[in-house]
């Protein structure tokens, strides 16, 4: 399955595609499933409606490769539109669309003003990880800022070897950790590629974080790992307010409710930008037997 993934991922960025994509009508409402539109005026309009139902909000900025520079400032506007909704959002920043490729220093500046402007209107910041080799970078960055702005929230792929230990560190600081299976490539030295062994390392990361001060933030849809975290929970004494769900835009919306609907945190997820292809591709290259449908959407001339 590695190798099919492997292989889907470099279809699906190719140029030739990306721009197929883009005119494709059909595969945009799809898309629409998934991603609550292009602009932020879309993105508010799906917020609204998930806070009638009781769901905390989350959003990400889906940018394009060459303009990815203008996010913080497109977050900045999301939470003048949300009003009174903003109290309470997560935005989710890739550390590539504050800089950090380019400049720590600049980087450090751009996440600390976004913090700074979140906390203003009530909501919180959380620093996503991108490339296994951004690793050590995007902690460094992570922790520098956190000094500053100690509700900055950090992702952690517990696919990742390293996941554990840092999970303990985390932990121990009192930090709120997004718990995820990375969507990116890695190597065998680097992280677990066995599905079954990367749910059971999820499962190790919670019960760390849930036996800490720590706030876990669980990212998963798996029914399976869901009801562990239930378990770990009463077994920890935790109360709803010391720990999350968190769950994609579109993906068992009827679960999102459940959990909420039972007294849990449940964040729902809400993607929205221009860049919506990419956020379709990377999805598909986590699961590529989704691939053909989308294929298909691609080619239909409707």
């Known amino acids: 399955m590695k190798a099919v993934s492997t292989w889907v991922w470099w279809l699906i960025r190719r140029s030739w595609l990306s721009r197929r994509a883009a005119e ?53 506007r999301l939470l003048e ?13 890739k550390p590539s669309s504050v800089g950090l490729r380019d400049s720590v220093m600049n980087s450090r500046a751009v996440l600390r003003d976004l913090c700074g402007v979140a906390e203003a209107h009530g909501a919180h910041v959380t620093l996503e990880m991108q490339r296994p080799q951004e690793y050590d970078d995007t902690l460094a960055l992570y922790r520098h800022v956190r000094e500053e702005h100690p509700m900055l929230g950090i992702t952690i792929p517990t696919n990742f070897h390293v996941a554990e230990r840092e999970c303990l560190r985390l932990g121990a600081d009192d930090a709120r950790v997004r718990l ?53 929970a009463h077994r920890n004494a935790r109360t709803a307010e010391t ?10 919306p009827l679960e999102h409710r459940r959990l909420a609907d039972i007294g849990w945190r449940s964040r729902t997820c809400i993607p929205f930008g221009k860049g919506w292809y990419t956020y379709l591709a990377t999805r598909i290259a986590a699961r590529p037997r989704t691939f053909w449908g989308y294929a298909r959407a691609i080619l239909d001339k409707r």
């Open 180 to 232: 995820c299976t990375s969507t990116y490539p890695a190597g065998r030295d680097l992280a677990i590629t066995s599905e079954r062994e990367k749910s059971l390392a999820l499962v190790r990361c919670l019960r760390i974080l849930m036996d800490s001060p720590g706030y876990p933030m669980l990212a998963t849809h798996d029914p399976r790992i869901i009801e562990i975290a239930h378990a770990l």
């Open 243 to 252: 720990f999350e769900f968190q769950m994609f835009h579109g993906v068992r």
């Open 81 to 93: 539109a949300l009003g009174d909704d903003a109290v309470g959002a997560e935005l989710s920043v």
């Open 24 to 76: 494709s009508q059909a595969l945009f409402d799809l898309a629409c499933n998934y991603v609550a539109g292009q602009d932020v005026s879309d993105a508010v309009a799906v917020a609204r409606t998930l806070r009638r139902q009781g769901l905390l909000l989350g959003f990400t900025h889906l940018s394009r490769h060459d303009s990815e520079s203008d996010t913080p400032t497109i977050l900045e």
